[in-house]
């Protein structure tokens, strides 16, 4: 199977040469030219365009940042598209824009959602959970591909499903995160060992995934994620006030770079 990846950045890059490691013949375009070299060591090809990447895959994984590098690609695609590809969107956006490019596809090309969760570590370590919405056969069909990189699939439901459920995880990590901030500039004025009580922590009731990768973990995307879940809330009426909350405190936090010995200093 012939596999295309648009998108060779910190979650794409791993992902392409664990693609190439498994023997998927797979090639790659970014709109930065200088990752080439990248890529190619990695065993993958590099594509002029998005279009002559399309016409030579049978699945397109699509890792880019925002809805509307999206909505600006996705037409270069279906005019070079393979009869039968499925175009997969592994990035965070808006369900409805998923939606949307499935509406637009050409006839026998298949439009589905596969988020992505557990960060850049586990892109490295090809141990992603993946949540894929699309009709099942297609899903199926895709298995293998994401099989490549992810040690989880989850089907959560038609296209812009997975975009739900990433938004469900993103809520909860970002939620995660600024709680884990808070309990440790707590005890941190108060002298503990914040290494010694952050192990005690993650073998608690207070365990979770932010608290066990601190020191890890970017919160470049916090407020993007966040601003989806604001979106989906609003357009159906939903109050969710914690998750407003959440999206201030991590517009704080931000700018700042987390040392065990200097929390809320």
Same mark, same amino acid.
């Given at each position: 199977? @012939?596999?295309?990846?648009?998108?060779?950045?910190?979650?794409?890059?791993? +992902?392409?040469?664990?693609? &190439?490691?498994?023997?998927?013949?797979?090639?790659?375009?970014?709109?930065?030219?200088?990752?080439?070299?990248?890529?190619? !060591?990695?065993?993958?090809?590099?594509?002029?365009? @998005?279009?002559a990447?399309?016409?030579?895959?049978?699945?397109?994984?699509?890792?880019?940042?925002?809805? !509307?590098?999206?909505?600006?690609?996705?037409?270069?695609?279906?005019?070079k598209?393979?009869?039968?590809?499925?175009?997969?969107?592994?990035?965070?956006?808006?369900?409805?824009?998923?939606?949307?490019?499935? &509406?637009?596809? =050409?006839?026998?090309?298949?439009?589905?959602?596969?988020?992505? /969760?557990?960060?850049?570590?586990?892109?490295? !370590?090809?141990?992603?959970?993946?949540?894929?919405?699309?009709?099942?056969?297609?899903? *199926?069909?895709?298995?293998?591909?994401? #099989?490549?990189?992810?040690?989880? +699939?989850?089907?959560?439901? =038609?296209?812009?499903?997975?975009?739900?459920?990433?938004?469900? @995880?993103n809520?909860?990590?970002?939620? /995660?995160?600024?709680?884990?901030?808070?309990a440790?500039a707590?005890?941190?004025?108060?002298?503990?060992?914040?290494?010694?009580?952050?192990?005690?922590? *993650?073998?608690?009731?207070?365990? @979770?995934?932010?608290? !066990?990768?601190? #020191?890890?973990?970017?919160?470049?995307?916090?407020?993007?994620?966040?601003?989806?879940?604001? $979106?989906?809330?609003?357009?159906?009426?939903?109050?969710? =006030?914690?998750?407003?909350?959440?999206? $201030?405190? /991590?517009?704080?936090?931000?700018?700042?770079?987390?040392?065990?010995?200097?929390?809320?200093?």
């Open positions: 199977m @012939n596999v295309g990846v648009i998108g060779a950045g910190r979650m794409g890059l791993p +992902i392409i040469g664990h693609l &190439a490691s498994k023997g998927f013949r797979t090639v790659v375009h970014d709109i930065d030219a200088g990752k080439r070299k990248a890529v190619e !060591e990695r065993g993958a090809q590099w594509a002029a365009d @998005n279009g990447l399309a016409a030579a895959s049978d699945v397109v994984l699509v890792c880019v940042g925002y809805d !509307e590098e999206l909505r600006a690609l996705f037409p270069q695609l279906a005019a598209a393979r009869p039968g590809a499925i175009h997969a969107v592994l990035s965070t956006v808006d369900p409805k824009t998923v939606q949307a490019l499935v &509406a637009s596809a =050409p006839k026998g090309i298949s439009v589905v959602d596969a988020t992505m /969760c557990r960060g850049g570590r586990a892109a490295d !370590e090809a141990t992603l959970l993946c949540f894929v919405g699309g009709d099942a056969a297609t899903v *199926e069909r895709l298995r293998p591909v994401l #099989g490549a990189f992810a040690s989880d +699939i989850v089907h959560t439901g =038609p296209a812009g499903s997975a975009q739900v459920a990433k938004a469900a @995880n809520l909860i990590l970002w939620a /995660c995160l600024v709680a884990d901030h808070e440790l707590l005890a941190s004025h108060f002298g503990l060992d914040l290494e010694k009580l952050r192990k005690a922590l *993650e073998i608690s009731s207070a365990s @979770n995934d932010a608290l !066990e990768k601190w #020191g890890t973990q970017t919160m470049a995307w916090a407020d993007d994620d966040m601003a989806i879940v604001a $979106e989906m809330a609003r357009e159906h009426g939903l109050k969710l =006030p914690q998750s407003e909350v959440t999206r $201030e405190i /991590c517009r704080s936090l931000k700018p700042r770079r987390y040392q065990l010995d200097k929390y809320g200093r």
